[in-house]
């Protein structure tokens, strides 16, 4: 296979679970009202996954066979399946490796990446790569998560912000020219401290004490989360764009991760764009962290033209960010 093939989405599909979580409900479970939830997140209510054993791949399995179904693949075509999760089914094995055997990709090869709300992006290019090389023809990039598992419902600052949600695209070898153009992506281990999650892991594993402090949940620091958010999702949004030659004209839509609105604000002030440009649900899902991006992609999929120019940006814990060009390679 040529080297100058470009690795192109050809399909999304999505899944959210059907309980809602409305501002109003959580202003009966802690200190917060809606006024002060939407001012500064934007947020009005989430989507949760409730019931037992139910997990990560739970969401995620239902939106790739919708993607088979919708790109008329059979499960055996496809090569790889990468899935971008910080709240994977297991430490191990992979939630790749089940959504493989429960949709029946028996003869594709998988794994998972974390790389908090950047999962996705790093997913893609990796992808990307096993398409551009040759090596394969289908493969399925799954972003997942569900946050309600690891967000304490006693902490206003961050159970107001998460919700629970998955989505996957094909990605195929695209001969036009069409599909992943550029990326950018960066990661800088010392914010580690303003966004983490304390313990389950080989640092802490899981005890009564550990248990007891509610350290298995995610820790944040708003304020400086919101800062380097800010700065590193819009100012490599931009970078792409010069890089690229694109101007506010040429960009079809940016994709944004869907943590904060005012960080999605900030980063489509930095790139010029006009408000109809920019992919924005978080006021109905909340930060899905890895399903944020496809979740967008799917909802858009039928305003999407052939050619498009998108840019996908995303920030995450860590810290990781990010950016992808891709022009859009098919019409609904």
């Given at each position: 296979m040529s080297q100058h093939y470009k690795a192109a989405i050809t399909g999304v599909a999505g899944y959210v679970p059907d309980y809602v979580l409305t501002n109003k409900e959580l202003e009966t479970i802690v200190d917060t009202t809606d006024e002060w939830i939407i001012t500064r997140t934007g947020i009005k209510e989430r989507h949760l996954l409730k019931g037992e054993e139910k997990g990560t791949s739970t969401m995620a399995i239902p939106a790739v066979k919708d993607l088979l179904k919708k790109t008329n693949t059979a499960p055996e075509e496809v090569d790889l399946i990468i899935c971008a999760t910080v709240t994977p089914d297991h430490q191990f094995p992979a939630t790749a490796n089940i959504i493989s055997d429960e949709v029946g990709l028996v003869n594709a090869f998988g794994f998972d990446i974390a790389a908090a709300c950047s999962g996705f992006i790093y997913?893609?290019?990796?992808?990307?790569?096993?398409?551009?090389?040759?090596?394969?023809k289908k493969v399925i990039v799954v972003g997942a998560d569900k946050m309600s598992s690891i967000i304490d419902y006693t902490d206003r600052k961050t159970c107001v912000i998460f919700g629970d949600g998955a989505?996957?695209?094909?990605?195929?070898?695209?001969?036009?020219?069409f599909g992943i153009q550029d990326s950018i992506l960066k990661s800088d281990g010392s914010g580690k401290k303003h966004l983490h999650q304390k313990a389950g892991g080989s640092v802490k594993p899981a005890s009564h004490e550990t248990v007891d402090a509610r350290e298995h949940y995610v820790y944040q620091e708003g304020a400086q989360v919101f800062k380097a958010a800010v700065t590193s999702m819009a100012s490599v949004s931009r970078e792409i764009m010069t890089r690229n030659q694109l101007t506010a004209d040429d960009v079809a839509y940016l994709a944004p991760h869907q943590a904060n609105l005012r960080i999605i604000e900030a980063t489509r002030r930095k790139m010029g764009l006009p408000e109809e440009k920019v992919m924005i649900n978080i006021d109905r899902y909340g930060n899905t962290t890895n399903g944020t991006i496809p979740l967008c992609l799917w909802e858009w999929e039928d305003k999407l033209k052939k050619g498009d120019n998108i840019v996908i940006s995303a920030f995450g814990g860590g810290f990781t960010w990010g950016a992808i060009y891709l022009k859009w390679a098919y019409n609904k």
């Open positions: 997913s893609l290019v990796t992808a990307s790569k096993y398409i551009e090389s040759g090596l394969y989505g996957a695209v094909m990605l195929e070898p695209n001969e036009e020219g």
